[in-house]
């Protein structure tokens, strides 16, 4: 494997204007989340702000399944340059308005606009991807741009401490502005990002029903989203209960707690650069079905493990999530007609967001319930449904076509 081959897509000069504006925006996303927890514990005090961060969570996940299948038809109707520059622009926007924030309630309405502009933006950046590659060379990009989220969800925690502590709090909602600036005028860059066209003579709702259909109806696809379910389930307990094992049953910091998440998300980033290596040697299937059975694994000795195996664990866990969420956003290109593919987009980021809304609270009541148990029991629930899905897309582990209406099994 070359491990440069991920790298390749930057040769590609609409990829990487458009690869700069989204590393741009999600060094602004990691600033964004930071911000909104310091300035919940100025305004309600830090008992409260976990309470305002869950509710800005669940509100974020609710309008993502509600808006996201919209933003895919829309996507395909229109040039998505325009979407991507509404998008950011109006996120520097919502920024703006979070620097001057008084009360809590504004906290909730501004997230709820932050998030719309979430929902419309990131189906049509993906869409957008195979648009600028094209559906067969868009691997390595899909690669590149999972592995730069990776380590900006590692390191963009720490800068947004830096920044906060030499410029306070409330600035680094104006960092986060400028980031969206910057982005929007890198999009300007661009030609116009139009999908080659279908006649629509068809209903916004036939639009999005069509876009689901595309997903349940392929076997491939249909077999990664239901393994999109089960990374879903480990994802969440790691996200909501490894806080508990470090700093409850271990007795440690926050800065050991800090180390296994950074763990977590090196595996990922380590991932997806692995995926971009491999090329098209190996089947995305096979990525998605290793990936599903790695971190359902992973997180079952979670329970017993000290700092150092924990570690290790989530290291392990991290590869196991990206091998099941990157291949299948490339799948999606591959096995999708370009004029449908922001629907599809939009319908996929609707239903692994669906996913979420229900392994957390699973994770939750497995976290209160069984305390002490809680990695054993959600890996061994994660390994049952794996095995039910695997069971029923058994003997289709090959795809001998890419036409996305063909009947072609796994």
Not at 59 to 80: E, M, Q, Y
Not at 117 to 134: I, K, R, S, W, Y
Request: aromatic fraction near 8%.
């Amino acid at each position: 494997m070359n491990a440069l081959a991920t790298f390749s897509a930057l040769r590609n000069p609409r990829f990487a204007r458009l690869y700069a504006a989204q590393t741009v925006s999600q060094i602004g996303d990691a600033l964004t989340w930071v911000g909104l927890a310091l300035l919940a514990a100025q305004l309600a005090g830090p008992d409260q702000a976990p309470v305002i961060l869950a509710l800005a969570l669940t509100l974020r996940v609710t309008v993502f399944v509600l808006l996201s299948p919209l933003a895919g038809v829309l996507a395909d109707r229109v040039n998505r340059r325009t979407v991507l520059l509404t998008c950011h622009f109006g996120r520097l926007l919502v920024m703006l308005g979070m620097f001057f924030v008084t009360q809590v309630w504004q906290i909730y309405v501004l997230m709820v606009l932050l998030n719309a502009f979430t929902a419309f933006f990131t189906p049509t950046n993906q869409a957008t991807v195979p648009l600028v590659m094209g559906r067969e060379d868009s691997r390595p990009a899909f690669a590149l741009s999972s592995a730069t989220t990776e380590l900006l969800a590692i390191v963009g925690p720490g800068l947004a401490g830096l920044l906060a502590a030499w410029l306070g709090t409330r600035a680094l909602f104006l960092v986060d502005a400028a980031s969206f600036l910057i982005a929007g005028l890198l999009i300007l860059t661009l030609p116009a990002l139009r999908a080659s066209t279908e006649p629509v003579a068809r209903s916004t709702l036939t639009d999005v029903k069509d876009g689901t259909a595309r997903l349940w109806r392929d076997p491939p696809v249909r077999f990664a989203l239901l393994m999109e379910l089960v990374a879903a389930v480990t994802g969440a307990l790691i996200l909501t209960a490894t806080v508990s094992r470090v700093q409850g049953d271990l007795k440690l910091g926050e800065a050991s707690y800090g180390w296994v998440m950074a763990a977590f998300g090196l595996g990922a980033a380590l991932a997806s650069l692995a995926v971009g290596a491999a090329g098209r040697r190996i089947p995305l299937t096979r990525f998605i079905a290793l990936g599903a059975l790695v971190t359902s694994v992973a997180i079952l000795p979670g329970d017993l493990l000290p700092l150092g195996g924990l570690m290790g664990f989530w290291l392990l866990a991290g590869i196991g999530q990206n091998w099941v969420n990157l291949p299948t956003e490339t799948l999606l290109a591959e096995r999708t007609d370009e004029a449908a593919q922001g629907r599809v987009y939009g319908a996929h980021f609707a239903w692994s967001h669906l996913w979420w809304a229900f392994a957390y609270p699973v994770a939750g009541l497995l976290g209160t319930r069984l305390p002490d148990q809680a990695f054993l029991v959600g890996g061994g629930l994660a390994l049952v449904l794996l095995a039910v899905v695997w069971w029923t897309h058994r003997g289709r582990m090959n795809i001998p076509s890419r036409d996305p209406n063909s009947a072609s099994t796994l």
